[in-house]
């Protein structure tokens, strides 16, 4: 059933929950850094050796904006590259100390917004909440 109602209302949803999360505030979590820079810092700490070719695949992201991410994370002090000795065209990408402090500060500054808007609901609506999130995640990756 594709009609123009449930397009209107996917659109209107995806609106709403931008907002409603700060996406498009120039920086996430009151900080210095964007959505995308976060995502990429995400998949990095994840593993413990992750190539950009792999995040960009990941993250479906252009070459050399992810290029430009990583220079920056470079010139912060918060990414460490090592030449992947199976492939010396290729590194391997990981978080230095500095990099794991940030993110890791990044990713309670999250905690904390998430807590802060679950803090007004009871436990039925935080349950019914996540339900809901976890059937619109498994209906999207049949599309995949």
Same mark, same amino acid.
């Given at each position: 059933?594709?009609?123009?109602?449930?397009?209107?209302?996917?659109?209107?949803?995806?609106?709403?929950?931008?907002?409603?999360?700060?996406?498009?505030?120039?920086?996430?979590?009151?900080?210095?850094?964007?959505?995308?820079?976060?995502?990429?810092?995400?998949?990095?700490?994840?593993?413990?050796?992750?190539?950009?070719? $792999?995040?960009?695949? /990941? +993250?479906?992201?252009?070459?050399?904006?992810?290029?430009? @991410? #990583? =220079? %920056?994370?470079?010139?912060?002090?918060?990414?460490?590259?090592?030449?992947?000795?199976?492939?010396?065209?290729?590194?391997?990408?990981?978080?230095?100390?500095?990099?794991?402090?940030?993110?890791?500060?990044?990713?309670?500054?999250?905690?904390?917004?998430?807590?802060?808007?679950?803090?007004?609901?009871?436990? $039925?609506?935080?349950? /019914? +909440?996540?339900?809901?999130?976890?059937?619109?995640?498994? @209906? #999207? =990756? %049949?599309?995949?």
């Amino acid at each position: 059933m594709k009609n123009n109602s449930s397009i209107d209302k996917i659109r209107s949803f995806n609106r709403f929950y931008t907002g409603f999360i700060g996406l498009l505030n120039k920086k996430l979590i009151y900080s210095n850094y964007t959505l995308q820079e976060v995502r990429v810092l995400f998949e990095i700490n994840c593993t413990t050796y992750i190539t950009a070719k $792999q995040i960009r695949e /990941m +993250l479906r992201m252009d070459k050399g904006y992810l290029s430009r @991410i #990583l =220079l %920056k994370f470079d010139k912060l002090g918060i990414l460490k590259k090592e030449i992947d000795i199976t492939d010396g065209r290729t590194y391997k990408l990981s978080l230095t100390q500095k990099g794991k402090l940030e993110f890791s500060k990044l990713n309670q500054a999250s905690e904390l917004q998430i807590m802060s808007f679950l803090s007004n609901l009871d436990e $039925q609506d935080i349950c /019914m +909440l996540t339900k809901n999130m976890e059937n619109i995640q498994n @209906i #999207l =990756l %049949k599309i995949k």
